[in-house]
């Protein structure tokens, strides 16, 4: 598989997760005046979730072709 397709997937899923939980408000699970663990925890939950999606659309490209 192409490696621009790969990096394409991987950039279109974290704008697309990123944009998913922008609705998530992360400051409910975290103490208030945790500003900076709040966007910590925005941006690991996105690049994980990012990660996940991308994998399983890869995965799931591979196994048609």
Do not use: P
């Not at 922008?22 to 400051?27: C, H, N, R």
């Not at 900076?36 to 048609?64: G, W």
């Amino acid at each position: 598989m192409s490696n621009l397709l790969r990096i394409t997937v991987h950039i279109t899923s974290l704008m697309f997760c990123a944009y998913v939980l922008q609705g998530v408000e992360f400051s409910k699970f975290l103490r208030k005046g945790h500003k900076e663990k709040d966007t910590l925890l925005y941006l690991i939950v996105t690049l994980a979730l990012a990660n996940l999606v991308a994998q399983f659309l890869l995965n799931l490209s591979t196994s048609f072709i």
